[in-house]
């Protein structure tokens, strides 16, 4: 059973809108999430991520959005930008006792923005 | 900036021979994972370790071992390679000091195994 899914396989937005990328999980222990930002033919980049005390995390044209009570987490990239166009993976994990767990991964959205 | 390196970026091999995937992270990291990455399935976890000489099964072990004898290095082996081995595979360090630290990826190997 999928503890991280991202429901939509592929995005298609306009340069210079916002692109709004989507995540949701069901482990409720889940307490710290990322994004990660993947090119063909290289590794997953780290971009952002948020704490479950956090409501809220924003750098630059990235902001991650975290919504507890419905198990959701969203990207935000404003303004959208050509080289965004990428494939990106959300991740959760759980810290246990101090000691934190391994990420989780959900299967991926690929995002394109178009010029 | 956190360096980490997968020996080879290509990889073709034959179907039943042994296949050693090398990963070597730069920046004094306990945790090591490796991953494979399919069309539609994302990252999936094959193997970690949180300290030299000691390795845990991810959720798709099968066909797979691992070894970390040093701290920096961390090999991926297949011990008798088939087709369905064919794949992305991800290598990923981490800091375990502090709460909340990523993990940081390799560029990959992509392997086909014929």
């Known amino acids: 059973d999928q503890q991280v899914k991202q429901n939509s396989p592929s995005l298609s937005v306009q340069e210079g809108r916002i692109s709004i990328l989507n995540c949701d999980y069901t482990?409720?222990?889940?307490?710290?999430f990322l994004w990660y930002k993947k090119y063909p033919a290289e590794g997953p980049t780290f971009l952002i991520s948020?704490?479950?005390?956090?409501d809220k995390n924003e750098d630059g044209r990235f902001t991650v959005f975290l919504n507890k009570s419905a198990k959701h987490l969203s990207l935000h990239i404003v303004p959208s930008q050509p080289g965004d166009s990428a494939v990106y993976f959300c991740?959760?994990?759980?810290?246990?006792?101090?000691?934190?767990?391994?990420?989780?991964f959900g299967k991926g959205t690929k995002l394109s923005v178009k010029p | 900036d956190v360096k980490v390196t997968q020996s080879s970026r290509y990889l073709v091999k034959r179907t039943g021979e042994k296949v050693f995937l090398e990963c070597v992270q730069d920046?004094?990291?306990?945790?090591m994972f490796w991953y494979r990455q399919d069309p539609g399935l994302g990252l999936r976890l094959i193997y970690f370790?949180?300290?030299?000489?000691?390795?845990e099964k991810g959720d798709i072990p099968e066909g797979y071992s691992v070894s970390r004898e040093k701290k920096e290095r961390f090999s991926l082996i297949l011990e008798s390679a088939s087709t369905n081995q064919t794949s992305m595979y991800l290598c990923?360090?981490?800091?375990?000091?502090?709460?909340?630290?990523?993990?940081?990826f390799g560029d990959g190997t992509r392997l086909s195994i014929l």
């Open positions: 920046m004094d990291h306990e945790n």
């Open positions: 482990n409720s222990m889940f307490d710290y």
């Open positions: 370790s949180y300290d030299v000489k000691m390795k």
């Open positions: 990923a360090s981490s800091f375990t000091g502090l709460p909340n630290q990523p993990q940081h």
């Open positions: 991740a959760a994990s759980a810290n246990y006792g101090g000691s934190q767990g391994n990420l989780i």
């Open positions: 948020i704490s479950s005390i956090k």
